[in-house]
T-cell receptor
Framework: DQQVKQNSPSLSVQEGRISILNCDYT??????FLWYKKYPAEGPTFLIS?????DKNEDGRFTVFLNKSAKHLSLHIVPSQPGDSAVYFCAASESWGADGLTFGKGTHLIIQP | KAGVTQTPRYLIKTRGQQVTLSCSPI?????VSWYQQTPGQGLQFLFE???????NKGNFPGRFSGRQFSNSRSEMNVSTLELGDSALYLCASSSGTTPNYGYTFGSGTRLTVV
């Protein structure tokens, strides 16, 4: 049973527009949520995280929103740039430092010029 | 500062053999985790080590094992290899104290079992 789901395998967005990547989870014990970006032949790169006590966290062009009641989080990228084309993974953890991350299967974001 | 280093980058092994993969974390990081990435299952957690102790383990058979040395370097071992063990194995390090910087991943070891 998948505890972290990314229901869109791919997403195409025009350069300069907003990219919104979505993630749903089923485990109400998850306390920390992270987004990673992955290019082919490289390991995932950490983008941004949020803990369950917050509903929003911003870092430059990246904002993560958490809706605990809906068990849903989203990553907003504004404005989208060609270098943002990559696979984005949502991940969650029950207790930081003592549990591994549970990953979604990823969304391939394609930024169109 | 140097990132997470995994060796070797590529490996081809025969069914039934065993393999050892190595990971050197970022200097000062005491937590090392291992993940398996396959097209069908995505990224799955294998285990995590902190200060030479296994802190948590994912849902993998006992053929998968690991250890961590006093300098925080970690090794992962897979015995009696099966075709289904073909995957990208990723190592990640963390200071272990805060999620604000997440885990830093290495580029992985691509294992092919034939």
């Amino acid at each position: 049973d998948q505890q972290v789901k990314q229901n869109s395998p791919s997403l195409s967005v025009q350069e300069g527009r907003i990219s919104i990547l979505n993630c749903d989870y089923t485990n109400s014990m998850f306390d920390y949520f992270l987004w990673y970006k992955k290019y082919p032949a490289e390991g995932p790169t950490f983008l941004i995280s949020i803990s369950s006590i917050k509903d929003k966290n911003e870092d430059g062009r990246f904002t993560v929103f958490l809706n605990k009641s809906a068990k849903h989080l989203s990553l907003h990228i504004v404005p989208s740039q060609p270098g943002d084309s990559a696979v984005y993974f949502c991940a969650a953890s029950e207790s930081w430092g003592a549990d591994g991350l549970t990953f979604g299967k990823g969304t391939h974001l394609i930024i169109q010029p | 500062k140097a990132g997470v280093t995994q060796t070797p980058r590529y490996l081809i092994k025969t069914r039934g053999q065993q393999v050892t993969l190595s990971c050197s974390p970022i200097s000062g990081h005491r937590s090392v985790s291992w993940y398996q990435q396959t097209p069908g299952q995505g990224l799955q957690f294998l285990f995590e080590y902190f200060s030479e102790t296994q802190r948590n383990k994912g849902n993998f058979p006992g053929r998968f094992s690991g250890r961590q040395f006093s300098n925080s370097r970690s090794e992962m071992n897979v015995s009696t290899l099966e075709l289904g063990d073909s995957a990208l194995y990723l190592c990640a390090s963390s200071s272990g104290t805060t999620p604000n910087y997440g885990y830093t991943f290495g580029s992985g070891t691509r294992l092919t079992v034939v």
